[in-house]
């Protein structure tokens, strides 16, 4: 399975944007790499997903090199709601979707 | 409703009681997945449905724990003789088809006391 490596915290400031970064070195070439985040008490929620090419959404933007080792999702203009936990996931790939430990983003006012 | 829906959102029972979780997936999604997410962790895969069929069981922790999907829609996760250790939030997602982006609801808090 695709091994992830993220940061374990991050602050951003209210109105900035937030580049969250992950590696993904060991990637398979069907994997696609996806982005959920986990807001306190609630469900796990989709952000965006790419295979190769930049992708944009009215969530986020997912940023992916060339090699396809890395990723960064970038929140234009983060808001307190933004605070989240974020998980960077290689999908589909012989296991199923699997959550790492993720990178705690917290907006500040 | 539009999303994935879990009963009961909390769930308090005694050591060794059986007891049974719900999910009610996006209508027409055919993969259905269960989760279990302790405090300070991500969520831990448990199974995978797709259609009335377990395609993935792997990360069931025991044979206490099962899940049905009879007709492909609802799904129920059973746990037998409850454990304290089995306290968490149960999350239960949904996808068109395996390997598109899953919708999780908003879990079932179990507390075995």
């Known amino acids: 399975d695709a091994k992830t490596t993220q940061p374990t915290s991050m602050d951003c400031a209210e109105g900035r944007a937030a580049n969250l970064p992950c590696n993904h070195s060991t990637i398979s070439g069907n994997e696609y790499v996806y982005w959920y985040r986990q807001i306190h008490s609630q469900g796990p929620q989709y952000i965006i997903h790419g295979l190769k090419n930049n992708e944009t959404n009215e969530m986020a933007s997912l940023i992916i090199t060339e090699d396809r080792k890395s990723s960064t999702l970038i929140l234009p203009h983060a808001t307190l709601r933004d605070t989240a936990v974020y998980y960077c996931i290689p999908w589909p790939a012989a296991r199923q979707l699997t959550f790492g430990s993720g990178t705690q983003l917290t907006v500040l006012p | 409703g539009a999303g994935v829906s879990q009963t009961p959102s909390n769930k308090v029972t005694e050591k060794g009681k059986y007891v049974e979780l719900r999910c009610d997936p996006i209508s027409g999604h055919t993969a259905l997945y269960w989760y279990r997410q302790s405090l300070g962790q991500g969520p831990e895969f448990l199974i995978y449905?797709?259609?009335?069929?377990?395609?993935?069981d792997s990360g069931l922790p025991n044979d206490r724990f099962f899940a049905v999907r009879p007709e492909g829609s609802v799904s129920t996760l059973k746990i037998q003789r409850t454990e304290r250790g089995d306290s968490a939030v149960y999350l239960c997602?949904?996808?068109?088809?395996?390997?598109?982006?899953?919708?999780f609801g908003q879990g079932t808090r179990l507390t075995v006391v």
């Open positions: 997602a949904s996808s068109t088809n395996y390997g598109t982006e899953a919708f």
């Open positions: 449905f797709q259609g009335t069929g377990a395609a993935d």
